[in-house]
């Protein structure tokens, strides 16, 4: 079986940019990536739209791994979107992609054999 080590922040590695992004960085840059989009209502109200939350759902679920993980997922989807936010967080898209990778759901090719 195939373990990931964890790291904080970028460890050396194999990405375009020379880092591989650990499990608490990728949580932190989706809480930033979440004040982007929060912070403007008609990002706000496309996200809901396209996720089916409610006002309530959003706030119970704020903070939480499969929050950040749907909304790197929403971000990463729409390129416009994805290019105004790294620049507003002044970072490269491939961070938050790297982000989405590592909370998103596993690669078919990574469940068990």
Same mark, same amino acid.
């Given at each position: 079986?195939?373990?990931?080590?964890?790291?904080?922040?970028?460890?050396?590695?194999?990405?375009?940019?020379?880092?591989?992004?650990?499990?608490?960085?990728? !949580?932190?840059?989706?809480?930033?990536?979440? *004040?982007?989009?929060?912070?403007?209502?008609?990002? %706000?109200?496309?996200?809901? !739209?396209?996720?089916?939350?409610?006002?309530?759902?959003?706030?119970?679920?704020?903070?939480?791994?499969?929050?950040?993980?749907? %909304?790197?997922?929403?971000?990463?989807? *729409?390129? !416009?979107? %994805?290019?105004?936010?790294?620049?507003?967080?002044?970072?490269?898209?491939?961070?938050?992609?790297?982000?989405?990778?590592?909370?998103?759901?596993?690669?078919?090719?990574?469940?068990?054999?």
């Amino acid at each position: 079986m195939l373990m990931k080590r964890k790291f904080d922040g970028f460890a050396r590695g194999t990405s375009p940019r020379g880092g591989v992004l650990s499990e608490s960085a990728a !949580e932190a840059l989706g809480a930033r990536v979440f *004040d982007y989009v929060t912070g403007d209502p008609g990002r %706000l109200l496309r996200f809901m !739209e396209t996720s089916g939350l409610s006002p309530d759902a959003l706030r119970q679920a704020a903070g939480t791994p499969e929050l950040a993980a749907g %909304l790197l997922d929403h971000v990463v989807a *729409d390129e !416009e979107l %994805l290019l105004a936010c790294a620049s507003a967080l002044e970072i490269a898209p491939e961070q938050i992609t790297q982000a989405w990778r590592r909370l998103g759901p596993p690669d078919a090719g990574e469940f068990g054999a």
